[in-house]
């Protein structure tokens, strides 16, 4: 029989990437704990990644890294391709392992593909960039010559965590990928950055230095909130502070109104995000230092940052099962994260939830605390007397129990929907508390939708889906815990056609097999007769320089 020892690997990878490493040495390679599975093999291969090692631009395939069984780890050497593998797999395994912790989602998470492996190429070619590409089942992460040396996207802890968000929400949320909006192209770009920024804060030595930099002051720039800073300096030079993106930014809604693009579009929440996080740190902060003067010591800046990120990491990401199954706005992820965090914590005693209300509506994604509050729930007595076991049998059992309640769910009488999702999940509270079990239910259906007309530019006279559908979140009693719904309205269909039309305008949709449609933002093609929208990864990442 295996001991659990035998499903622990230990690796050392960068904390950050090698320019973080040279700035703050306690940032280097440092050893870390994964817990892939017993079943691990040369490349590194898990039960949930495969690392396939081929440069396409040089037509080479590299060996792969070595697993030692005895000592459970891989020989690679710092500088070697094989490092590089290591680099990539673990921190991807690493971002995997934080989401299905029980302290955050409690449960295994599908790729949205057939197959239980996700491929890693960590040398993929030579071009400045890093992808997830769903219909390759693959991460990419490229290499380019930098300023003063090669720059290997495989070794930047940012990048990999960011690409592997991406795939984890596409697994978790399949149809963000169908882009109806600027909201759901730029939560895609959220989720990647928020996934960074929480698994870099997972380390100690991060938390350390950014505590050390910031000298507890989180409100000012620091090495999380830039990310991928070698990227940036590999492309533009040193002079200055060149990144992808900054979480510490003052974007709001009114200041994206004209400007759809997803990169730019998502700074309004990653800045959000961060906003509430560094708010989390200072309650923290105040409630250490009453603690602190009680036994006449200073306060532990560190362990109020520690306590912090992980409330925010169950914060940010256990609202992902609240979401809606298509079409998500800001307002929607909102919601969710409200009512997720005050079903796991009732009393909220340090007040988080006030922090988190009032930068949304700073922000502009709410205009009020009353448009935070989640869509009114029916009540018990409104069902036909059902079970829990009557909804988690199977996708069938639920579709029978939705088919019966079509009107209390607002589905037209004579529209055809399907099950998108029917799963479980083990959540554990503080103090490893098991959390009452809850049942996430999703529904899709499609209206089409005739776009008509020149402004619509590649996409006139086409049929284009108005995707509906909704999120149902039940306990064990079968009690309804929450409620999201996306209704075929005529707001939402005027908002889609504005949107394409938009798009259409900026030219910034392409179809899929046009070579020079290959920069454009947006590709689209046919599928049963409808268009199908959805955002080109590999279109190189927008750079933003500060």
């Given at each position: 029989?295996?001991?659990?020892?035998?499903?622990?690997?230990?690796?050392?990878?960068?904390?950050?990437?090698?320019?973080v490493?040279?700035?703050?040495?306690?940032?280097?390679?440092?050893?870390?704990?994964?817990?892939?599975?017993?079943?691990?093999?040369?490349g590194?291969?898990?039960?949930?990644?495969?690392?396939?090692?081929?440069?396409?631009?040089?037509?080479?395939?590299?060996?792969?890294?070595?697993?030692?069984?005895?000592?459970?780890?891989?020989?690679?050497?710092?500088?070697?391709?094989?490092?590089?593998?290591?680099?990539?797999?673990?921190?991807?395994?690493?971002?995997?392992?934080?989401?299905?912790?029980?302290?955050?989602?409690?449960?295994?998470?599908?790729?949205?593909?057939?197959?239980?492996?996700?491929?890693?190429?960590?040398?993929?070619?030579?071009?400045?960039?890093?992808?997830?590409?769903?219909?390759?089942?693959?991460?990419?992460?490229?290499?380019f010559?930098?300023?003063?040396?090669?720059?290997?996207?495989?070794?930047?802890?940012?990048?990999?965590?960011?690409?592997?968000?991406?795939a984890?929400?596409?697994?978790?949320?399949?149809?963000y990928?169908?882009?109806?909006?600027?909201?759901?192209?730029?939560?895609?770009?959220?989720?990647?950055?928020?996934?960074?920024?929480?698994?870099?804060f997972?380390?100690?030595?991060?938390?350390?230095?950014?505590?050390?930099?910031?000298?507890?002051?989180?409100?000012?720039?620091?090495?999380?909130?830039?990310?991928?800073?070698?990227?940036?300096?590999?492309?533009?030079?040193?002079?200055?502070?060149?990144?992808?993106?900054?979480?510490?930014?003052?974007?709001?809604?009114?200041?994206?109104?004209?400007?759809?693009?997803?990169?730019?579009?998502?700074?309004?929440?990653?800045?959000?995000?961060?906003?509430?996080?560094?708010?989390?740190?200072?309650?923290?902060?105040?409630?250490?230092?009453?603690?602190?003067?009680?036994?006449?010591?200073?306060?532990?800046?560190?362990a109020?940052?520690?306590?912090?990120?992980?409330?925010?990491?169950?914060?940010?990401?256990?609202?992902?099962?609240?979401?809606?199954?298509?079409?998500?706005?800001?307002?929607?992820?909102?919601?969710a994260l409200?009512?997720?965090?005050?079903?796991?914590?009732?009393?909220?005693?340090?007040?988080?939830?006030?922090?988190?209300?009032?930068?949304?509506?700073?922000?502009?994604?709410a205009?009020?605390?009353?448009e935070?509050?989640?869509?009114?729930?029916?009540?018990?007595?409104?069902?036909?007397?059902?079970?829990?076991?009557?909804?988690?049998?199977?996708?069938?059992?639920?579709?029978h129990?939705?088919?019966?309640?079509?009107?209390?769910?607002?589905?037209?009488?004579?529209?055809?929907?399907?099950?998108?999702?029917?799963?479980?999940?083990?959540?554990?509270?503080?103090?490893?508390?098991?959390?009452?079990?809850?049942?996430?239910?999703?529904?899709?259906?499609e209206?089409?939708?005739?776009?008509?007309?020149?402004?619509?530019?590649?996409?006139?006279?086409?049929?284009?889906?108005?995707?509906?559908?909704?999120?149902?979140?039940?306990?064990?009693?079968?009690?309804?815990?929450?409620?999201?719904?996306?209704?075929?309205?005529?707001?939402?269909?005027?908002?889609?056609?504005?949107?394409?039309?938009?798009?259409?305008?900026?030219?910034?949709?392409?179809?899929?097999?046009?070579?020079?449609?290959?920069?454009?933002?947006?590709?689209?093609?046919?599928?049963?007769?409808?268009?199908?929208?959805?955002?080109?990864?590999?279109?190189?990442?927008?750079?933003?320089?500060?």
């Amino acid at each position: 029989m295996a001991s659990a020892s035998d499903s622990i690997v230990k690796t050392r990878v960068y904390q950050g990437d090698p320019l973080v490493a040279r700035k703050y040495p306690s940032l280097g390679i440092q050893e870390i704990e994964l817990h892939p599975g017993a079943v691990v093999f040369d490349g590194p291969v898990s039960p949930r990644f495969a690392v396939v090692d081929y440069d396409a631009s040089n037509n080479k395939l590299f060996p792969p890294a070595r697993f030692q069984r005895r000592q459970r780890q891989f020989e690679a050497r710092p500088n070697s391709p094989q490092f590089r593998q290591v680099n990539a797999w673990a921190v991807a395994q690493l971002t995997l392992e934080m989401y299905e912790d029980p302290k955050v989602l409690g449960r295994r998470i599908p790729w949205a593909f057939p197959g239980n492996r996700l491929f890693i190429l960590p040398h993929a070619g030579y071009w400045e960039n890093a992808l997830y590409d769903r219909k390759t089942r693959t991460l990419q992460f490229f290499y380019f010559q930098g300023q003063e040396k090669p720059i290997y996207t495989a070794l930047s802890h940012d990048i990999i965590s960011h690409e592997t968000g991406h795939a984890i929400l596409d697994g978790i949320r399949p149809l963000y990928n169908e882009i109806s909006s600027p909201d759901t192209a730029g939560f895609h770009e959220f989720i990647g950055d928020a996934t960074a920024i929480l698994l870099a804060f997972s380390h100690q030595a991060y938390r350390k230095a950014v505590i050390q930099e910031a000298r507890g002051n989180l409100r000012k720039d620091t090495i999380v909130a830039s990310l991928a800073d070698e990227f940036g300096t590999g492309l533009y030079g040193s002079a200055g502070r060149y990144f992808l993106r900054n979480a510490i930014n003052d974007m709001t809604m009114s200041k994206v109104r004209y400007t759809w693009e997803s990169h730019v579009y998502s700074e309004v929440l990653t800045g959000a995000f961060y906003e509430i996080l560094i708010g989390l740190y200072e309650k923290q902060q105040d409630l250490e230092a009453r603690k602190a003067r009680k036994r006449g010591a200073r306060p532990n800046r560190i362990a109020a940052l520690s306590r912090a990120v992980v409330h925010m990491r169950r914060l940010a990401l256990r609202a992902l099962d609240y979401c809606p199954p298509v079409d998500i706005s800001y307002l929607d992820y909102a919601r969710a994260l409200l009512r997720a965090d005050e079903l796991a914590y009732p009393k909220d005693e340090l007040g988080y939830r006030n922090v988190v209300r009032r930068v949304f509506r700073r922000r502009g994604i709410a205009a009020t605390n009353h448009e935070l509050e989640p869509e009114p729930t029916p009540p018990r007595d409104a069902f036909e007397t059902y079970t829990f076991a009557d909804v988690d049998d199977s996708t069938v059992s639920a579709y029978h129990f939705l088919d019966r309640h079509r009107r209390l769910l607002e589905i037209p009488p004579n529209q055809d929907f399907h099950v998108a999702s029917l799963y479980g999940n083990a959540k554990e509270g503080d103090r490893l508390h098991q959390m009452p079990r809850e049942l996430i239910l999703t529904y899709v259906w499609e209206k089409d939708i005739l776009l008509s007309g020149r402004r619509y530019g590649p996409l006139n006279n086409q049929t284009f889906p108005l995707l509906c559908g909704g999120t149902l979140v039940m306990d064990e009693r079968a009690n309804l815990l929450y409620l999201c719904r996306k209704k075929d309205d005529p707001e939402r269909e005027e908002r889609l056609r504005d949107y394409l039309a938009y798009l259409a305008r900026q030219n910034a949709i392409g179809h899929v097999d046009d070579p020079e449609a290959r920069d454009k933002p947006f590709h689209y093609e046919l599928r049963r007769g409808r268009v199908s929208l959805t955002q080109n990864r590999l279109a190189m990442h927008q750079r933003r320089r500060r």
